[in-house]
């Protein structure tokens, strides 16, 4: 690769989106330059919008253009180094990796929007209805699934840490932040992407962070903050 790659992120307590792709470039060792846009200032619109046409982050941007987007800027890091095995090398277990990821880049709409990303707290358990309750099953599903069908190499989804853990991570800080009540394999791979170098290295960097969003997880009970 040419130039340097910059990422244009929000703030990492709360950026889900942002978290994707960052931990897949921290994981694999791809040098970039990281640009912190934090959300829901006065200027944070104009400001991303300066960065990202569609005016959310993440984006990417190349020497060559801007790609936004979490998943297309994870194809794109996967077919510029192609000898990383950024998605699994094995070509079912490969498409079984893009297949749950887009699941979780179109879906759980119920638990995303439910239980917003924030890193630097715990909140009480929320009362867990039945939509809620369908995405945390259908999770600890494609999670056991993809264990017990492409796990043996280690103690990712594929094995090894792969774009498809990365798409997942956010969910297992939600599992995390909100103490949603799981099964004891669902609890052990949340605790494995949670000790993630890549992760502990965000959520490092993420407890510094000065900016608060007030009315963030309006109706959620704060338990403990850690900043
Ligand atoms: N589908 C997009 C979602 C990106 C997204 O929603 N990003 C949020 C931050 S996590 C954002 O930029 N929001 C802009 C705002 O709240 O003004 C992707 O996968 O990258």
Same mark, same amino acid.
């Given at each position: 690769?040419?130039?340097?790659?910059?990422?244009?992120?929000?703030?990492?307590?709360?950026?889900?989106?942002?978290?994707? =792709?960052?931990?897949?470039?921290?994981?694999?060792?791809? =040098?970039?330059?990281?640009?912190?846009? &934090?959300?829901?200032?006065?200027?944070?619109?104009?400001?991303?919008?300066?960065?990202?046409?569609?005016?959310?982050? =993440?984006?990417?941007?190349?020497?060559?253009?801007?790609?936004?987007?979490? @998943?297309?800027?994870?194809?794109?890091?996967?077919? #510029?180094? &192609?000898?990383? +095995?950024?998605?699994?090398?094995?070509?079912?277990?490969?498409?079984?990796?893009?297949?749950?990821?887009?699941?979780?880049?179109?879906?759980?709409?119920?638990?995303?929007?439910?239980?917003?990303?924030?890193?630097?707290?715990?909140?009480?358990?929320?009362?867990? +209805?039945?939509?809620?309750?369908?995405?945390?099953?259908?999770?600890?599903?494609?999670?056991?699934?993809?264990?017990?069908?492409?796990? #043996?190499?280690?103690?990712?989804?594929?094995?090894?840490?792969?774009?498809?853990?990365?798409?997942?991570?956010?969910?297992?800080?939600? @599992?995390?932040?909100?103490?949603?009540?799981?099964? +004891?394999?669902?609890?052990?791979?949340?605790?494995?992407?949670? +000790?993630? =170098?890549?992760?502990?290295?965000?959520?490092?960097?993420?407890?510094?962070?000065?900016?608060?969003?007030?009315?963030?997880?309006?109706?959620?009970?704060? @338990?403990? #903050?850690?900043?």
């Amino acid at each position: 690769m040419g130039a340097i790659l910059k990422l244009v992120i929000a703030n990492k307590v709360y950026s889900s989106w942002s978290l994707r =792709p960052w931990m897949v470039m921290t994981a694999f060792d791809i =040098p970039f330059e990281e640009i912190v846009i &934090p959300l829901r200032l006065s200027d944070s619109r104009e400001r991303v919008l300066a960065q990202s046409p569609s005016g959310k982050v =993440p984006a990417l941007v190349t020497s060559e253009q801007t790609i936004w987007e979490s @998943l297309a800027i994870i194809e794109f890091l996967a077919e #510029s180094y &192609p000898e990383k +095995n950024i998605w699994p090398a094995d070509k079912v277990a490969r498409a079984h990796a893009r297949a749950i990821a887009n699941e979780m880049h179109g879906g759980f709409l119920p638990l995303r929007q439910g239980c917003p990303m924030n890193i630097a707290a715990h909140y009480a358990t929320p009362e867990i +209805n039945e939509p809620l309750q369908r995405d945390i099953s259908r999770i600890e599903d494609i999670w056991s699934e993809a264990r017990h069908r492409f796990g #043996s190499g280690g103690p990712y989804l594929f094995g090894k840490f792969s774009a498809a853990d990365a798409m997942y991570a956010p969910v297992a800080t939600r @599992l995390e932040t909100y103490q949603i009540p799981v099964r +004891n394999d669902t609890r052990a791979y949340i605790d494995t992407i949670l +000790n993630h =170098p890549a992760y502990l290295a965000w959520r490092h960097a993420a407890l510094k962070e000065t900016w608060s969003i007030p009315d963030y997880a309006a109706g959620h009970t704060i @338990l403990k #903050s850690y900043r």
